[in-house]
């Protein structure tokens, strides 16, 4: 089977040769190429450019063969860019006004995406030219709550509590906030479907310390309109959260066509707490990239033995670490191309 055909296959819960695989975060940060061009570049100047961004994002298919997927090389942050947020990257991102309250939602562009995130659209379309056919290739967006976590607490703050206190104490604006962000998410994942991604990730990195009431509450309703709207693109969509475990029942009620779990959660019960039939992608812990070759692969082995390797686009548990082995990184893929039900 060809890379396109064995994701897309996964993806439908159709047979496979073999489970397809990328890892979250493969391109950027790990890879010693991407290191080199960051030397000459910074990371907005490496976003907003089509033909980097498009070199980044083919950087780890060139090292790797045996990766099925390239994920476009971008980040959730340029949505609240594109809204009228400045944001530094230093690595971890600061954004420079927070929301507070019924102005600061307010004052939040609704962009037209094709001119302020047409650099994605015209780096995608490199990637599908030069790609497209040979490689899955995914786009992606922050979803709507993750999103309201960096513009109401500012940065990666630890429990987000600021975001928290926020939905119980102003509901009808934290509402507001989130169907803002999630009418903008989905015209920009709409741009990126129509210039040609295979699939698209929702990236909820966040939304577990929101739980399962504010789960219910709030992001369900804005997950269900946003999957309901990105639908009819006939592409599916990966809903991943960093945390899922305490939310499964949750997720599964999304309309994502595959639930991406983390490490802490085994794919045999994200699969039953799912319905019993769900695609799942996932979830080798990032650290296990750090251990012994044989181990990664007798891991592997574990893992994709839940999933019985049907349904299953195998992928780490979170992004891969900046500091990930390239020879772990090596075990993990060659273990995978090579499995054999
Ligand atoms: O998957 C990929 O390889 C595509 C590129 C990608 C980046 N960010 C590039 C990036 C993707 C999919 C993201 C998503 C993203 N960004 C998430 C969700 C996924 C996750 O890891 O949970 C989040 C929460 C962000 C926000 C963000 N951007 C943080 C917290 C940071 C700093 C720390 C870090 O992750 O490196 C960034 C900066 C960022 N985004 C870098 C890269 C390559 C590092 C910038 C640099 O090279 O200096």
């Known amino acids: 089977m060809d890379s396109v055909s064995r994701f897309l296959a996964a993806a439908g819960g159709q047979p496979v040769d073999r489970p397809p695989v990328w890892m979250m975060r493969q391109a950027g ?7 080199a061009l960051k030397e000459r570049h910074s990371f907005w100047e490496l976003c907003r450019s089509p033909e980097l961004a498009a070199i980044v994002t083919r950087q780890p298919l060139a090292r790797f063969e045996q990766l099925d997927a390239a994920i476009f090389f ?5 949505v609240p860019a594109a809204m009228g947020v400045p944001i530094d990257f ?6 420079a006004s927070l929301v507070v309250d019924e102005c600061d ?33 995914i786009g992606f967006a922050g979803a709507p709550f993750t999103l309201a976590c960096y513009l109401i607490d500012g940065g990666s703050a630890k429990g987000f509590v600021k975001t928290r206190a ?30 040609g991604a295979d699939a698209f990730q929702l990236f909820d990195t966040w939304a577990g310390e929101a739980g399962p009431e504010l789960f219910e509450r709030f992001l369900l309703p804005s997950l269900n309109s946003l999957f309901q709207r990105l639908q009819s693109r006939g592409r599916p969509g990966i809903y991943y959260v960093n945390g899922i475990g305490p939310l499964l ?17 085994p794919l045999d019960e994200v699969r039953r707490r799912c319905g019993g039939e769900r ?58 191309a090579g499995w054999g039900g």
């Open 249 to 265: 029942e949750q997720a599964h009620l999304t309309g994502a066509a595959v639930i991406g779990a983390d490490w802490r959660v």
């Open 90 to 95: 230093l690595p971890a991102p600061r954004l």
């Open 29 to 35: 940060r790990t890879l010693p190429e991407y290191r």
């Open 105 to 137: 939602v307010r004052r939040l562009v609704e962009p037209d995406v094709e001119r302020e995130l047409g650099f994605v659209r015209d780096g995608l379309r490199q990637v599908v030219a030069e790609l497209g056919g040979r490689k899955a290739v």
């Open 74 to 78: 971008s980040d959730i942050l340029v």
């Open 279 to 336: 695609v799942v992608q996932g979830n080798l812990d990032p650290a296990a990239l750090f251990g012994p070759p044989a181990e990664i692969a007798a891991a592997v082995r574990r893992m994709i033995g839940l999933t019985g390797g049907r349904g299953h686009i195998v992928n780490l548990g979170h992004g891969l670490p900046p500091e990930a082995p390239l020879t772990g990184i090596a075990a993990f893929l060659e273990a995978v």
């Open 166 to 195: 926020f939905a119980h104490q102003r509901p009808v604006l934290f509402q507001e906030l989130l169907g803002r962000l999630t009418a903008v998410v989905g015209d920009y994942l709409e741009m990126q479907l129509a210039a």
